[in-house]
C-alpha cells in the first residue's frame, strides 16, 4: 500500500487542480453568458437584413449581381475554386470542440479534394492554424487577433478579400465551418455556403443555414410599392456585400458563445473527475494512516511483552 | 410612430418617435407618422429621433432605412446601420 505521505501529496496537488477547473469553470459560465447575448443581441439587424433581401430579390435582378453568380453548371455544381473559412478558438481546454471543427473541415476538404477542386483554407484561431501548420497544409490567410468579442469589422476584414476575390472569378464559391450555436451544449460544426447567395427565402428550410431567428421586430407586412432610393438594385447591390458579412460575424459570435459552452462543460467534467479521485485517495490515505497505527501499536504491545519476559 | 435602430452588434433604439430625421446617402430624410412605404439607403452622419421635446441622436454609417405601415398601429420605421454610435 503506498505511504501516507505520497497520498497526502497527492491530494494536495488533485485538490489544487480541482479549484483551478472549478474557477475557470465559472469564468467560462459568466463569459458564456456573455457570449449568448451577443448572439441574441446581433439577432435584429440579421432579420432585418434578411428580410429586406428577401422583399427586394428578384430571380430577373439576380443575373446582374456578381454575388449571386452561382457556379458553372448551375445550382450545387462542381466549382472550379473554393475558399474555405474554418473558425476555430484560440486556446483550448474545451474538450473537443476544436477538433470537431477541424474534423468537419478536414471531411470537406477531403470531399473537395476528390472532386478535384482546388481549396484555398483560410484559418481564424490559433487551434486551427497549429492543426493545419502540422499536417502541411499550406493556409492561403490566417488570423489570430480575434478574442471574445468579434466584431462587424473583424467580420468585414475577413470576408472582404473573399468577395473581392468571388467578384472577380478567382474563386466560385465560398464556405464557412464554424460551431453553430443552438444552446451551450449543442453546437455542431457547421458548414455554410456564404458566396454564391443563396436569396433568403422565408423560413429558411433548407437546414443548412442558420436556423432563421424568430423576428424581434414589429412585423414588417410585405409591401411591393415601397418608394425606393435610389433603386431596387442599387440597393441590393449594396446591401448583398451586408448580408454575406453579416453570416461571417454570425458566425464568429455563435463560434464564440460556443467555445465558451464547450469550455464550461469540459471544466465541469475535469471538476467533477478531481472530486471522485479525491473521494478514493481520501478513503485510501485514511486506509493507510489506520494500517500504520495498527501496526505501531502491534508493535509497542509486543515490545512489552517481550520486556515483560 | 415605432421606430428601431439597429447595428450589426446590437438593437440600440427601439421605442416611440415623433419624427426621424436620417442621414440618407443623397441627404438628409425626414420621416413623419404616416409616411409612404420607404426604403433607401443611408449614408454617413447624424440620425435624430425625436420624442416630444426629447431627442436621441446618433452618428450612422451605411445600411438602410425603411418605413412600414404595421397595420393598425402606426407606422413602423427601422433604421439598419452598418456602424452606430451615440452621441
Known amino acids: 500500500m503506498a505511504k501516507p505521505r505520497e497520498l497526502r501529496r497527492r491530494i494536495r496537488s488533485v485538490q489544487s487542480t480541482r479549484k483551478i477547473t472549478k474557477t475557470m469553470e465559472l469564468v467560462a459560465t459568466s463569459k458564456l453568458k456573455r457570449a449568448q447575448d451577443r448572439v441574441a443581441a446581433a439577432r435584429p439587424y440579421a432579420a432585418a437584413l434578411t428580410e429586406v433581401m428577401g422583399d427586394l430579390y428578384d430571380p430577373e435582378l439576380a443575373e446582374r449581381f ?6 458553372p453548371e448551375g445550382g450545387e455544381g462542381p466549382a472550379r475554386r473554393v475558399a474555405l473559412l474554418l473558425i476555430t478558438s484560440n486556446r483550448g481546454l474545451c474538450g473537443a470542440f476544436n477538433a470537431n471543427l477541424i474534423r468537419e473541415a478536414r471531411r470537406r476538404l477531403d470531399e473537395l479534394d476528390r472532386a478535384g477542386t482546388p481549396v484555398d483554407l483560410h484559418v481564424v484561431g490559433k487551434k486551427g492554424i497549429t492543426y493545419f501548420r502540422f499536417a502541411k497544409r499550406p493556409l492561403a490567410s490566417q488570423r489570430t487577433d480575434i478574442g471574445d468579442k468579434p466584431t462587424a469589422t473583424h467580420a468585414a476584414e475577413l470576408v472582404g478579400p473573399l468577395v473581392a476575390q468571388f467578384a472577380s472569378g478567382g474563386v466560385d464559391a465560398v464556405e464557412v465551418v464554424f460551431a453553430q450555436f443552438r444552446s451551450a451544449v449543442s453546437t455542431p460544426p457547421t458548414v455554410l455556403r456564404i458566396l454564391p ?9 433548407d437546414g443548412k443555414g442558420m436556423a432563421s431567428p424568430p423576428s424581434v421586430l414589429p412585423s414588417f407586412r410585405r ?17 448583398l456585400p451586408l448580408y454575406v458579412r453579416n453570416q461571417v460575424y454570425r458566425a464568429l459570435v455563435e463560434t464564440t458563445a460556443a467555445f465558451y459552452g464547450a469550455q ?29 497505527i495498527t501496526q505501531e501499536i502491534a508493535e509497542i504491545v509486543g515490545g512489552a511483552e517481550a520486556l515483560k519476559g | 410612430m415605432h421606430v428601431t435602430v439597429v447595428s450589426p452588434e446590437r438593437a440600440v433604439f ?18 413623419l407618422p404616416g409616411h409612404a412605404p420607404f426604403l433607401a439607403l443611408l449614408g454617413t452622419g447624424v440620425l435624430a429621433v425625436r420624442q416630444g421635446s426629447a431627442s436621441s441622436r446618433f452618428t450612422i454609417a451605411g445600411g438602410f432605412l425603411q418605413v412600414v405601415g404595421a397595420g393598425g398601429g402606426g407606422d413602423a420605421v427601422r433604421i439598419v446601420a452598418d456602424r452606430v454610435e451615440e452621441s
Request: glycine fraction near 6%.
Open chain 1, 66 to 71: 456578381p454575388l449571386l453568380r452561382q457556379p
Open chain 1, 223 to 239: 409591401s411591393a410599392n415601397y418608394i425606393l432610393r435610389p433603386s431596387a438594385e442599387a440597393i441590393l447591390a449594396e446591401l
Open chain 1, 264 to 292: 464550461r462543460t469540459a471544466m465541469k467534467n475535469a471538476t467533477d473527475n478531481a472530486g471522485d479521485m479525491l473521494d478514493v485517495l481520501n478513503r485510501t490515505y485514511n486506509r493507510a494512516r489506520q494500517a500504520q
Open chain 2, 14 to 31: 427601439d421605442g416611440a418617435a415623433d419624427a426621424v430625421v436620417a442621414p440618407a446617402y443623397d441627404g438628409q430624410v425626414g420621416i
Open chain 1, 197 to 205: 447567395v443563396t436569396p433568403p427565402t422565408e423560413g429558411r428550410k
